[in-house]
């Protein structure tokens, strides 16, 4: 059991709900192993009180937060100073403490972007589809675009809403890339590879039996698929991309980098591999993911 000291330093996530979070299990494991005195906790905020919220974590000292739903957006009016990506996304998961107020960061994007790495997934260059244009798909779609992909294809439902998402993206960094495109659409897309990022909440539990895209034709264009969802640890997005023989991850990683990126944030160091990797473990263990 962990002894909270006098100087131990305080983090948090701010939300509502909060209780069901995998966040203090990911911070309070990373405090024990990678040696910090720090302890996380919950706290839920009410409709209305986001601001007096972050000031009172201010004045109280508090070192770091984690902002989840429904205030990632609303937050940045509170802040200090933002991080030039999380502000083009216009959201903002991690706070880090500074002369002044909070400097707002997303690390749901930088976490995404890490585990892409890690996996040997390179967007600079490459043609890439997202599919689902909501909160995820514009993060997503706004690092593609700074990493200059080759050509980037919002795919929705909803076409107009990733119409309006790609030009938003190009607008904002100045690019010509960017395209939005109705989901069923798929068949006219160029004849060439994808890194594909499903982003939609099909296939999520229960519903694991349904794929944003059916058709086993598309999964010929996808050259490795990655999607956001991780319950089921297996989508069936990410069967269909293995059944065309090429490779899938589930969005575990991008939750795991998410809190590995703020944890590295508000204490100035660097995570060992090894602390992320039982970290993992721990968070499958406690998601009681069959993996
Ligand atoms: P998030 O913030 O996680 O991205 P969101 O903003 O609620 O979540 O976005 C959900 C995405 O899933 C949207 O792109 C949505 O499509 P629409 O814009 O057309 O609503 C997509 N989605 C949800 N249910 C879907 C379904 N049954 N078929 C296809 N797309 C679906």
């Known amino acids: 059991m962990k002894q909270i000291k006098g100087t131990t330093k305080v983090c948090g996530l701010i ?11 990911i911070h309070n494991s990373l405090a024990e192993l990678e040696n910090v005195d720090l302890a996380y906790a919950t706290f839920k905020v009410d409709k209305g009180g986001i601001e007096d919220a972050i000031k009172g974590a201010y004045a109280l000292n508090i070192l770091g937060m984690n902002v989840t739903v429904p205030y990632k957006e609303d937050v940045i009016a509170a802040l200090a100073d933002i991080d030039p990506l999380a502000k083009r996304i216009g959201a903002v998961n991690t706070l880090v403490r500074t002369e002044g107020g909070f400097k707002g960061y997303n690390t749901d994007i930088t976490g995404l972007h890490r585990q892409l790495i890690d996996a040997g997934i390179e967007i600079s260059g490459s043609d890439v589809i997202i599919l689902g244009a909501g909160g995820a798909a514009r993060a997503i779609a706004f690092l593609c675009a700074r990493e200059n992909a080759d050509s980037v294809y919002i795919l929705n439902r909803t076409s107009e809403k990733a119409e309006q998402l790609a030009k938003e993206v190009n607008e904002s960094l100045n690019v010509d890339f ?8 798929h068949r006219s897309l160029p004849d060439k590879k994808f890194v ?3 982003t939609t909440s099909v296939g999520l539990k229960p519903n694991e039996d349904a794929a944003p895209i059916e058709d086993i034709d598309f999964y010929d264009k996808v050259s490795v698929g990655v999607d956001i969802i991780y319950n089921p640890y297996k989508t069936k997005f990410m069967r269909m991309v293995e059944n065309s023989g090429k490779q899938a991850y589930n969005g575990l990683k991008m939750l795991l980098y998410q809190g590995v990126s703020a944890f590295e944030l508000w204490n100035n160091i660097e995570v060992s591999e090894e602390s992320a990797v039982r970290v993992y473990e721990l968070m499958i263990k406690e998601l009681d993911l069959d993996e």
């Not at 939300?15 to 299990?25: D, K, R, Y």
């Open 15 to 25: 939300g509502n709900p909060v209780e069901h979070s995998i966040s203090p299990l």
């Open 178 to 185: 960017v395209h939005g495109m109705r989901l069923e659409d």
């Open 196 to 198: 594909t990022i499903q």
